[in-house]
T-cell receptor
């Protein structure tokens, strides 16, 4: 099993450009998440999808859109990139349940917006 | 409003000694707490968790303690090893919610 995969690993954008970060999991998990990690800020939730067909805003959703394409895939789109979106982005998934809050993370995408 | 706080950005410990990482939370609805470990250029990985019905959970060298009245939890690593050098994130969740709130992380350095 590959677990959670993310593409691309690195990306440099100019202000105003758009791009989509891809995430896929092969663990048959229901829930998927997008986080950003910034120095001194920890991991902040951007959007999440509790199950196929549903998405909800997290703590910092502005400037982002998501698509839960199917049970395996959850993409994050930046329509018009801004320097404030320079960050490391992590996708995660888990199987919800009383004792199953453990999330499995992908390796991350390092995004720089110039 | 930081609901999960890790007030120590960094910690250095000698190999073989105990590492104690602390975490405080403000939301009394949180009932499940987790610790994640993160190496550079990798995603976080789950380390250990504790439910609010317990005050201690142990897994090998790692023990998490929960003090609900103080809204405080700590992760103890005994003995510390150089391979434990990483950033440790505390996280908390409330029953029925899918979202997990992370702290800002503590960078642990274990000196050989």
């Amino acid at each position: 099993n590959a677990g959670v995969t993310q593409t691309p690993k690195f990306q440099v954008l100019k202000t105003g450009q758009s791009m989509t970060l891809q995430c896929a999991q092969d663990m048959n998990h229901n829930s998927m998440y997008w986080y950003r990690q910034d120095p001194g800020m920890g991991l902040r939730l951007i959007y999440y999808s509790a199950s196929e067909g549903t998405t909800d805003k997290g703590e910092v959703p502005n400037g982002y859109n998501v698509s839960r394409l199917n049970k395996r895939e959850f993409s994050l789109r930046l329509e018009s990139a801004a320097p404030s979106q320079t960050s490391v982005y992590f996708c995660a998934s888990n199987r919800p349940g009383l004792a199953s809050y453990e999330q499995f993370f992908g390796p991350g995408t390092r995004l720089t917006v110039l | 409003d930081q609901q999960v706080k890790q007030n120590s950005p960094s910690l250095s410990v000698q190999e073989g000694r105990i590492s104690i990482l602390n975490c405080d939370y403000t939301n009394s609805m949180f009932d499940y707490f987790l610790w994640y470990k993160k190496y550079p250029a990798e995603g976080p990985t789950f380390l250990i968790s504790i439910s609010s019905i317990k005050d201690k959970n142990e897994d090998g060298r790692f023990t998490v303690f929960l003090n609900k009245s103080a809204k405080h939890l700590s992760l103890h690593i005994v003995p510390s090893q150089p391979g434990d050098s990483a950033v440790y994130f505390c996280a908390a969740s409330a029953k029925g919610y899918q979202k997990v709130t992370f702290g800002t992380g503590t960078k642990l350095q274990v000196i050989p």
